[in-house]
T-cell receptor, first 111, second 115 residues
Framework: GENVEQHPSTLSVQEGDSAVIKCTYS??????FPWYKQELGKGPQLIID???NVGEKKDQRIAVTLNKTAKHFSLHITETQPEDSAVYFC??????????WGAGTKLIIKP | GAVVSQHPSWVICKSGTSVKIECRSL??????MFWYRQFPKQSLMLMAT?????????EQGVEKDKFLINHASLTLSTLTVTSAHPEDSSFYIC???????????FGEGSRLTVL
């Protein structure tokens, strides 16, 4: 069935360094790829998304890249700050709203 | 961004009682809302899709008589956990679709503890 693999499961980076989280999807018909940030005890928050007709999208310190041929997409966070510490989920969808979720990455920013 | 409000944020109940959780889209109309369940350190598990004015669509393995969903208006969906048992203790999260483009906005979640 359709699935999304997300790596790494835990990522620890020094404050100020960059963090990269990678996802691979199986359904070649997927056309929408959101990234969510979830803080402890809270619901997920959409931080950035990309559609299949775009290869890269950037919003301040956050960027997402998409390689449709390889069925990979990645989240890049530059100049990491303590408030970036959270669990990040990637997802893929080919039908409205039907998200296939990655397993999540716990990002730890070390001071 | 769009705002989705979920209430209550946490609830403790006795085994055998029923608990209702509300999900509201505050600044947009949502014809479709979703209910998820999340266990500690795991991803979100879709339970059901709630469509305004029609019956909810449940995912395989989710008991529809156990988890009653009502989507009575374009801004409100409710999840009722009936005859709750300790194994129903979990973090329940709703989301609402603002448009047909696939963008979802999530509530803050409701932590249910059944004693």
């Amino acid at each position: 069935g359709e699935n999304v693999e997300q790596h790494p499961s835990t990522l620890s980076v020094q404050e100020g360094d960059s963090a990269v989280i990678k996802c691979t999807y199986s359904d070649s018909a997927s056309n929408y790829f959101p990234w969510y940030k979830q803080e402890l005890g809270k619901g997920p928050q959409l931080i950035i998304d990309i559609r299949s007709n775009v290869g890269e999208k950037k919003d301040q310190r956050i960027a997402v890249t998409l390689n449709k041929t390889a069925k990979h997409f990645s989240l890049h966070i530059t100049e990491t700050q303590p408030e970036d510490s959270a669990v990040y989920f990637c997802a893929a969808s080919r039908r409205n709203y039907q998200l296939i979720w990655g397993a999540g990455t716990k990002l730890i920013i070390k001071p | 961004g769009a705002v989705v409000s979920q209430h209550p944020s946490w609830v403790i109940c006795k085994s055998g009682t029923s608990v209702k959780i509300e999900c509201r889209s505050l600044d947009f109309q949502a014809t479709t809302m979703f209910w998820y369940r999340q266990f500690p350190k795991q991803s979100l598990m879709l339970m059901a899709t709630s469509n305004e004015g029609s019956k909810a669509t449940y995912e395989q393995g989710v008991e529809k008589d156990k988890f009653l969903i009502n989507h009575a208006s374009l801004t409100l969906s409710t999840l009722t956990v009936t005859s709750a048992h300790p194994e129903d203790s979990s973090f329940y999260i709703c989301s609402a679709a603002r448009d047909r483009a696939g963008e979802l906005f999530f509530g803050e979640g409701s932590r249910l503890t059944v004693l």
